[in-house]
C-alpha cells in the first residue's frame, strides 16, 4: 500500500508553463473495457510524455496533481486506472473504503498481465494522438513495477521510472528482474533505503539482472527513506525526495 487518499506530491520547481487541460478521460482498451485516465497537457511541450501508473489504489488525487506538476514543466502527462473491469471506470464514484486492502484485495487480485498490458496500449495511444513522439512510463508503488514491466521494445518507450517499484516475482508470478533479458528502455530506479517492503537483496538482484541484460539503468537509494518518501507531508525526507525529482527531471531531459 502507499499513498493514503489525501497525500500530495511535492513541489519543488515553479511552473514553466500554464496547463492548456486538465481533465477526466475515458479510454478503451483492447477488449472493450472502458478505463478510467486523466490528462494534462502544458501550453507548450518541451520533453516527452509520460504514462503515469499509480500505486495499486488506483487513480487519486496524488496522481492528477503529480500529472500537473510534470505538465508544469513541459510533459503532457496521462494517468491510467487499473479497475475498470471490476470497479467501472469512475474512480470518483468508488467507496471511500476502496482504497482498504481487505477490500482492494479481490479487484487486485483480478488483474492479469494482458489485461494491464492492454491499458497501458491504450494510455500510449492516447498520448502518441495527441502528438507525442517519446512517452517515458512513470510508476509509483505496483506502477513502479509496471513500468518497469513496461520497459519492453513492444510498448516503445523512451525510458521507464520507477518509485520503489517492487521488482522480483510475486506469488511466481514473474517480475520485472526475471523479465529482464526483455528489457530494452533505460531505467531509472528510486528506492528508499528504510523500505521494509523491499529488501536490499532484491534490489541487488534487479540491478544484476539488467546489468547483464545490457539494459541501461541507473539506481539510487535514499538511506533512512521509507517506502513512500516522496509525498508533501513526509518533511523529514523531504530531501531525498527534492533529489528524487530532480533526477526525474533529468532523465526526463536526456537527449535520446
Same mark, same amino acid.
Given at each position: 500500500?502507499?499513498?493514503?487518499?489525501?497525500?500530495?506530491? +511535492?513541489?519543488?520547481?515553479?511552473?514553466?508553463?500554464?496547463?492548456?487541460?486538465?481533465?477526466?478521460?475515458?479510454?478503451?482498451?483492447?477488449?472493450?473495457?472502458?478505463?478510467?485516465?486523466?490528462?494534462?497537457?502544458?501550453?507548450?511541450?518541451?520533453?516527452?510524455?509520460?504514462?503515469?501508473?499509480?500505486?495499486?489504489?488506483?487513480?487519486?488525487?496524488?496522481?492528477?496533481?503529480?500529472?500537473?506538476?510534470?505538465?508544469?514543466?513541459?510533459? +503532457?502527462?496521462?494517468?491510467?486506472?487499473?479497475?475498470?473491469?471490476?470497479?467501472?471506470?469512475?474512480?470518483?464514484?468508488?467507496?471511500?473504503?476502496?482504497?482498504?486492502?481487505?477490500?482492494?484485495?479481490?479487484?487486485?487480485?483480478?488483474?492479469?498481465?494482458?489485461?494491464?498490458?492492454?491499458?497501458?496500449?491504450?494510455?500510449?495511444?492516447?498520448?502518441?494522438?495527441?502528438?507525442?513522439?517519446?512517452?517515458?512510463?512513470?510508476?509509483?508503488?505496483?506502477?513502479?513495477?509496471?513500468?518497469?514491466?513496461?520497459?519492453?521494445?513492444?510498448?516503445?518507450?523512451?525510458?521507464?521510472?520507477?518509485?520503489?517499484?517492487?521488482?522480483?516475482?510475486?506469488?511466481?508470478?514473474?517480475?520485472?528482474?526475471?523479465?529482464?533479458?526483455?528489457?530494452?528502455?533505460?531505467?531509472?530506479?528510486?528506492?528508499?533505503?528504510?523500505?521494509?517492503?523491499?529488501?536490499?537483496?532484491?534490489?541487488?538482484?534487479?540491478?544484476?539482472?539488467?546489468?547483464?541484460?545490457?539494459?541501461?539503468?541507473?539506481?539510487?537509494?535514499?538511506?533512512?527513506?521509507?517506502?513512500?518518501?516522496?509525498?508533501?507531508?513526509?518533511?523529514?525526507?523531504?530531501?531525498?525526495?527534492?533529489?528524487?525529482?530532480?533526477?526525474?527531471?533529468?532523465?526526463?531531459?536526456?537527449?535520446?
Amino acid at each position: 500500500m502507499c499513498y493514503d487518499a489525501d497525500a500530495a506530491p +511535492p513541489a519543488f520547481t515553479p511552473a514553466l508553463w500554464a496547463l492548456a487541460e486538465a481533465m477526466p478521460l475515458t479510454l478503451t482498451s483492447a477488449d472493450g473495457t472502458d478505463v478510467a485516465a486523466f490528462l494534462a497537457r502544458p501550453e507548450f511541450s518541451t520533453g516527452p510524455a509520460v504514462l503515469l501508473l499509480p500505486d495499486n489504489k488506483g487513480l487519486s488525487g496524488f496522481y492528477r496533481h503529480t500529472a500537473a506538476r510534470l505538465a508544469e514543466q513541459g510533459h +503532457p502527462t496521462l494517468v491510467l486506472d487499473y479497475y475498470g473491469r471490476t470497479a467501472g471506470a469512475d474512480p470518483d464514484a468508488r467507496p471511500a473504503e476502496f482504497g482498504e486492502l481487505p477490500n482492494l484485495l479481490p479487484h487486485l487480485l483480478a488483474l492479469t498481465p494482458d489485461g494491464l498490458d492492454a491499458d497501458l496500449t491504450a494510455g500510449l495511444d492516447r498520448l502518441r494522438a495527441t502528438g507525442a513522439a517519446e512517452v517515458v512510463a512513470l510508476g509509483f508503488c505496483f506502477g513502479g513495477r509496471q513500468a518497469f514491466r513496461a520497459a519492453g521494445p513492444r510498448f516503445g518507450l523512451a525510458g521507464a521510472v520507477g518509485f520503489y517499484g517492487y521488482p522480483d516475482a510475486i506469488n511466481g508470478a514473474p517480475g520485472p528482474t526475471q523479465l529482464a533479458p526483455g528489457l530494452t528502455a533505460p531505467v531509472l530506479a528510486l528506492w528508499g533505503g528504510a523500505d521494509e517492503h523491499i529488501p536490499r537483496a532484491v534490489v541487488d538482484a534487479f540491478d544484476t539482472a539488467l546489468t547483464a541484460a545490457g539494459c541501461p539503468h541507473e539506481f539510487v537509494t535514499y538511506p533512512g527513506a521509507p517506502h513512500n518518501f516522496f509525498e508533501l507531508g513526509a518533511v523529514e525526507h523531504s530531501d531525498a525526495a527534492r533529489d528524487a525529482w530532480h533526477r526525474l527531471l533529468g532523465f526526463l531531459a536526456r537527449p535520446r
